[in-house]
């Protein structure tokens, strides 16, 4: 929902292109032309679950805007278990890369951290945030129709969920790391994300994929019927609430 809100304002400028999502080797294969695209006068933005380090060190700060969500540590667990079906030590596992990722955040200058909970039960709110962090002046009416879009754009019926032949490709591909194996025979990644995106089981513009949105439709607290006690345990084991927070997510745009 949050990336969906930044890509309709963006193009409200009339000038911007998206770019999708980028793991950070894409990051890395594409450093020169994210270089570029900060350099130039058009707005660039692509989404990621995690900024290159090198990326991050190579794009001035003022010409690079970090757009994050934060959510209850305890939900995030809960939707990478629905989503990726992960469990026990794997699901606690994503919890504390998706928390270190989150406190990699005060590296950077220009960041924006809006909660879940606000983003999703106030979306004008969420639009007017984003425009006054780019420096974007967008009319009162304007914003109310961008937030109504974007929460259509979310609906369940209206997410693009791909052929049941398409997910298992994707799924072997992912399985075999075919992209990794494919950068070191040297094709350009270009052509890598170019396959990816005609066998991927997500909506290329939206990038929702099948099960993006949970039965509880993000509701806070649904962690309750969806981690088991031991898995509840481990996270709380694994992260230091003094020290992290009780928030974290999966990605920012």
């Avoid at 596992?93 to 999703?120: C, H, P």
Wanted: proline letters at 2%; glycine letters at 6%.
């Amino acid at each position: 929902l949050q990336y969906n809100i930044v890509k309709s304002i963006l193009e409200e400028t009339g000038n911007t292109q998206g770019h999708g999502y980028f793991e950070a080797e894409e990051q890395r294969a594409e450093l020169s032309n994210l270089i570029a695209y900060s350099e130039s006068n058009s707005w660039h933005y692509f989404k990621t679950h995690e900024i290159d380090e090198e990326v991050r060190l190579s794009i001035e700060n003022n010409r690079l805007f970090v757009i994050y969500i934060d959510r209850n540590l305890y939900d995030v667990g809960a939707s990478a278990k629905f989503k990726w079906n992960l469990k026990d030590d794997e699901l606690v596992e994503s919890v504390v890369r998706a928390v270190d990722e989150r406190n990699r955040l005060q590296g950077f200058s220009q960041v924006l951290r809006q909660k879940y909970e606000s983003v999703t039960s106030d979306s004008s709110h969420c639009c007017i945030e984003i425009a006054d962090f780019l420096g974007l002046n967008i009319s009162a009416d304007r914003i109310v129709e961008i937030a109504e879009n974007s929460r259509c754009t979310a609906s369940p019926k209206n997410q693009n969920h791909a052929s049941s032949f398409r997910s298992l490709v994707f799924g072997l591909a992912n399985v075999l790391q075919l992209g990794f194996l494919a950068r070191r025979c040297g094709i350009p990644n270009r052509f890598i994300k170019g396959i990816k995106n005609t066998i991927a089981p997500w909506d290329t513009e939206s990038l929702y994929h099948p099960r993006h949105q949970s039965p509880w439709q993000g509701e806070s607290g649904a962690w309750r019927d969806i981690l088991s006690t031991s898995e509840v345990e481990k996270i709380e084991r694994y992260i230091s609430f003094s020290e992290n927070g009780s928030t974290a997510s999966f990605g920012h745009s």
